[in-house]
């Protein structure tokens, strides 16, 4: 059973440009969170979709947004990026997200830098 | 408002000998409690829960760890050590639907 593929797994952007990342969770999972983790914060939650809505909210500006599609994979998008957005930013994939007891599974994360 | 924290940012342990990563949570009401393992430049893995039952959860990898409701702790250990155990360790809470990581303990087993 293939992981959770997130691409790509490396970008640089710089200042104001916006970014869009990608997602594709286990095959029958349907739901997809987006974490951010920096040395700073450590892992801060941004978003999790089930079944294509959003069913959950981290504290981040409306800059970060995302959204899912019919076959469970997930887009983020950060636009006007600022240099405090460099990051690896983590999808997680599970059956039934937050509303279950069952884990996350991670990708291996796109790791974005902000010149 | 939940929180999870992990008051040790390193751990260092020999090769061979137990190895505790303390974590801490407050949380009002029966959360969800999990441990994970990154390691470089990968994501994270899950290891072990709880979820209800008995205090003693048993995981991935010859890791265990203990739920104390009292002390409201979930420390994770090992009775034995692997170099390759060396890693960065995360605990988590979930209540409501609402995950909530700690700041992360870096494990460092030295031979």
């Known amino acids: 059973k293939a992981g959770v593929t997130q691409t790509p797994r490396y970008l640089i952007k710089t200042r104001g440009q916006q970014v869009t990342l990608s997602c594709s969770p286990i095959s029958g999972h349907r739901s997809v969170s987006w974490y951010q983790q920096t040395p700073g914060q450590g892992l801060q939650f941004l978003f999790e979709y089930f079944s294509e809505t959003q069913r959950n909210k981290g504290n981040f500006p409306g800059r970060f947004s995302g959204r899912q599609f019919s076959n469970s994979r997930s887009e983020m998008n950060v636009s006007t990026l600022e240099l405090g957005d460099s990051a690896l930013y983590l999808c997680?994939?599970?059956?039934?997200?937050?509303?279950?007891?069952?884990?996350?599974?991670f990708g291996e994360g796109s790791r974005l830098t902000v010149l | 408002a939940q929180s999870v924290a992990q008051p040790e940012d390193q751990v260092n342990v020999a090769e061979g000998n137990p190895l505790t990563v303390k974590c801490t949570y407050s949380?009002?009401?029966?959360?969800?409690l999990f441990w994970y393992v990154q390691y470089p430049n990968r994501g994270l893995q899950f290891l072990l829960k709880y979820i209800t039952g008995d205090n003693l959860v048993k995981g991935s990898y010859g890791f265990e760890a203990e739920f104390n409701k009292s002390q409201t702790s979930f420390h994770l250990k090992k009775p034995s050590a692997l170099v390759s155990d060396s890693a960065l360790y995360f605990c988590a809470v979930t209540l409501a639907g609402d995950m909530r990581f700690g700041a992360g303990t870096r494990l460092t087993v030295k031979p």
């Open positions: 949380v009002s009401g029966n959360p969800y």
């Open positions: 997680a994939s599970s059956l039934s997200g937050s509303e279950g007891t069952g884990e996350l599974f």
